[in-house]
């Protein structure tokens, strides 16, 4: 679990005892799942073509005895297959290969081979991110799967909350406009009786998706991401340059950092600017 920069759920701002009604929170990213191999399976089809050598390098290659690196090797697995270039003589048109990955897949990102890299995919869970943050995020549709938490079942008791840095000036009109809208959605959920003994769930539903519009879109919620290898690389450029969403620069400067340690021969070209973004040498692969 990575959680980002600002105010931990239940902290408060230096010097704000008025606002210690306001739940504020920070965004956190969990990385939930990665790809997986089946070497036998992966085996059986390069005995096939005679590709096993390739495999028993990248075995051999992996450190303390693990298996390989799971996403490289399923893109690498990929790229070789369209060529048949596990070793020489296998295609007569392949008289030499790469056999270092490294330098395999720098060939791959400057070629823009990119079709490769959908193989491999990562879930995110993102947690106490706003909904500005997820309006933004879905648009990301390509290469993607999305799982957010629904405000037509969930219903909002209270309302998580990050001042973004861009408000700190008016911190405390901030604070009591959300605590104004968290303390109308308890009230109004009394007085409409969602709590009735034998009020029938599709009551509560729709009271509950109505009562949604009357919460901030800066309201806190998780939602669950997958994106490959390819879309991760793109969003990660997108969502953390200059002039992006801060909230979303917040997030994917951490999102950066897990795949450049999860992956780094699938992102060795990428760079952290002194301004936060980051910057492939290699761009839409």
């Known amino acids: 679990m990575i959680e980002v920069t600002g105010h931990r759920e239940g902290d408060r701002a230096a010097g704000s005892a008025d606002c210690a009604g306001l739940d504020e929170t920070t965004p956190q990213v969990f990385l939930v799942a990665r790809p997986s191999l089946d070497l036998d399976?992966?085996?059986?089809?390069?005995?096939?073509?005679?590709?096993?050598?390739?495999?028993?390098?990248?075995?051999?290659?992996?450190a303390d005895g693990r298996a390989p690196n799971p996403a490289e090797t399923l893109i690498e697995f990929a790229g070789r297959l369209c060529y048949r270039s596990w070793e020489p003589g296998l295609n007569p048109n392949v008289s030499r290969i790469r056999t270092d990955q490294r330098e395999y897949f720098e060939n791959i990102l400057r070629s823009a081979h990119g079709s490769v890299l959908e193989h491999a995919s990562y879930s995110f869970a993102l947690r106490n991110c706003s909904r500005v943050?997820?309006?933004?995020?879905?648009?990301?549709?390509?290469?993607?799967?999305?799982?957010?938490?629904?405000?037509?079942?969930?219903?909002?008791?209270d309302i998580g909350f990050r001042v973004p840095p861009a408000l700190e000036p008016v911190r405390d009109q901030v604070?009591?406009?959300?605590?104004?809208?968290?303390e109308f959605q308890r009230s109004a959920a009394g007085e409409l009786g969602i709590d009735e003994e034998g009020l029938p769930f599709h009551v509560k539903?729709?009271?509950?998706?109505?009562?949604?519009?009357?919460?901030?879109?800066?309201?806190?919620t998780d939602i669950l991401w997958t994106a490959n290898v390819r879309t991760l690389r793109h969003v990660i450029e997108m969502r953390t340059a200059e002039g992006a969403e801060e909230e979303l620069r917040l997030v994917f400067d951490r999102i950066a950092s897990i795949m450049v340690a999860e992956a780094p021969n699938l992102f060795q070209d990428f760079r952290r600017m002194d301004d936060g973004s980051w910057v492939p040498e290699y761009r839409k692969v």
């Open 205 to 220: 539903k729709e009271i509950t998706s109505a009562l949604r519009r009357l919460a901030p879109i800066g309201l806190s």
């Open 175 to 182: 604070v009591s406009i959300v605590e104004q809208l968290e």
């Open 41 to 62: 399976g992966m085996r059986g089809y390069l005995e096939t073509v005679g590709g096993e050598s390739w495999l028993d390098r990248r075995v051999g290659e992996a």
């Open 133 to 157: 943050f997820t309006h933004e995020l879905v648009r990301h549709r390509a290469g993607s799967a999305f799982s957010q938490e629904s405000l037509r079942y969930v219903r909002l008791t």
